[in-house]
């Protein structure tokens, strides 16, 4: 029997800024629970609020703000207002060249980030915790950022958390739209898509490349793409995303 909706959960260790659900692993669960519910293999989300930590929350099929048909995430106390949106996603994501393993460690060499400025120091993905990934994506010489990724193995599976992935890529974004360009300033992410194309292994080197995508290089008004791509050593994409930012009024 097909289920009609799945209840997920945000553990405070999957929190990005402080007390609030990490974007790319709160994406992950609502995918897997699309797949759940016989969804398509390939969805795109739209976040529309923050992510509660800790808390019970419905995934259903719904009409989206546009009338089309997709999939909800709602907090039940409050299940008017949906949190995250899916849609089925058919267009894959921008493509570039492959970084080294050498090239992604020298562009985090260059990131710098200390608490009292860090926008998410609790993160799991890019904090500054003992147990932080440190996708911490610094310049390359090209304008693109950068940063090994090294996932380790999963304690309840003897694998790979799938949701490591999408919450590394989502983070390399985040230092690429907030550091890069003529007008660098901070931002959330309100749309995201992920394609992984590969099974990554773990305690295997990556290297997770963010650049502008197919959209304009710099900050248009308070919205900015981004993309990203995960190379193994070969220069096999492993797995791409394309997301969309957008900058709080009070930053203009």
Do not use: N
Not at 228 to 243: E, I, W, Y
């Amino acid at each position: 029997m097909t289920k009609s909706a799945i209840t997920v959960r945000v553990p405070t260790a999957r929190q990005g800024q402080t007390g609030m659900g990490q974007g790319g692993y709160t994406c992950h669960l609502l995918h897997r629970a699309v797949t759940e519910l016989g969804g398509p293999a390939s969805i795109t989300t739209a976040l529309r609020r923050p992510i509660p930590l800790e808390t019970d929350l419905v995934v259903t099929s719904a009409p989206l703000r546009d009338g089309t048909d997709g999939w909800v995430m709602v907090d039940p106390v409050d299940p008017v207002q949906p949190l995250l949106e899916a849609a089925p996603w058919e267009t894959p994501a921008p493509v570039t060249d492959p970084v080294s393993i050498d090239q992604a460690e020298e562009a985090r060499a260059r990131h710098s980030m200390a608490h009292g400025d860090h926008p998410a120091p609790l993160c799991l993905s890019c904090g500054l915790g003992p147990e932080s990934l440190r996708v911490h994506a610094g310049p390359l010489d090209d304008g693109r950022y950068a940063t090994p990724l090294r996932l380790p193995v999963d304690a309840a599976t003897g694998g790979l958390d799938e949701s490591l992935v999408w919450m590394a890529i989502d983070c390399a974004c985040g230092w690429f739209t907030s550091r890069s360009g003529a007008t660098p300033g901070s931002g959330v992410t309100v749309q995201y898509g992920v394609e992984v194309l590969a099974p990554l292994e773990p305690e295997t080197d990556y290297a997770l490349v963010a650049w502008h995508g197919d959209g304009p290089a710099d900050w248009d008004g308070r919205k900015r793409t981004s993309a990203a791509a995960v190379f193994a050593t070969d220069g096999t994409v492993m797995a791409r995303s394309l997301s969309l930012w957008v900058r709080p009024a009070a930053a203009d």
